[in-house]
């Protein structure tokens, strides 16, 4: 079964816009990764941040961490045509990494 | 650094047969796991691995046998194909479970 979800399952925005995405998950965790898949490619980790942090930046990106909620947001500012992909959340359960089913994001011209 | 590489990039096998999905890295990692993507149902887990000598089973291991006789290699055998099991397969590395997992670039095996 999934540990982590994605929501929502797809987004279009124009480019310079701000896209936010979330992930929810069940059980507890050591942390939490967010991942990017271009098109046919394999995935690209961009952020890892762990379960006693808040928030972290990395670039045009902010992921933000509520444990009590079990949920965890990624924030791409500023969007460019180069964002258009796949982004998975990953979290972690006994020895194994989990991947939700992702949000498709794309951006307009 | 060549990361992690997965052969064949393609693949099309008859129902019943057998093959083997190949899989390496060159970053000296303990960890490696085997993932296959279907659309709409994310990546799940078939099996990994934490250390030459050690593979477990992840969500989906059923039709799937793993080994791990070096750190380096990590091949996913399918013993008899299934319509089932067409799907993008991908293999992945990290220097522990809970860090960055570096994916190669997948396989896409087509089972008819």
């Known amino acids: 079964s999934q540990q982590g979800e994605e929501d929502p399952q797809a987004l279009s925005i124009q480019e310079g816009e701000n896209a936010t995405m979330n992930c929810g998950y069940k059980?507890?965790?050591?942390?939490l990764q967010w991942y990017r898949q271009n098109s046919g490619r394999g995935l690209v980790h961009l952020i890892l941040?762990?379960?006693?942090?808040r928030e972290k930046h990395s670039g045009r990106l902010r992921v933000t961490l509520d444990t009590s909620k079990k949920s965890s947001s990624l924030l791409i500012t500023a969007s460019r045509a180069a964002d258009t992909a796949s982004y998975f959340c990953a979290t972690d359960r006994d020895d194994k990494i989990i991947f939700g089913k992702g949000t498709r994001l794309h951006i307009l011209p | 650094n060549a990361g992690v590489t997965q052969t064949p990039k393609f693949q099309v096998l008859k129902t019943g047969q057998s093959m083997t999905l190949q899989c390496a890295q060159d970053?000296?990692?303990?960890?490696m796991s085997w993932y296959r993507q279907d659309p709409g149902m994310g990546l799940r887990l078939i099996h990994y691995?934490?250390?030459?000598?050690?593979?477990d089973q992840g969500e989906v291991p059923n039709g799937y046998n793993v080994s791990r006789s070096t750190t380096e290699d990590f091949p996913l055998r399918l013993l008899s194909a299934a319509p089932s099991q067409t799907s993008v397969y991908f293999c992945?590395?990290?220097?522990?479970?809970?860090?960055?997992?570096?994916f190669g670039p997948g396989t896409r095996l087509t089972v008819t």
């Open positions: 691995s934490v250390g030459a000598g050690i593979t």
């Open positions: 992945a590395s990290s220097s522990h479970q809970l860090y960055e997992q570096y």
């Open positions: 970053m000296n990692h303990e960890y």
């Open positions: 941040i762990r379960s006693n942090e």
């Open positions: 059980t507890s965790i050591n942390n």
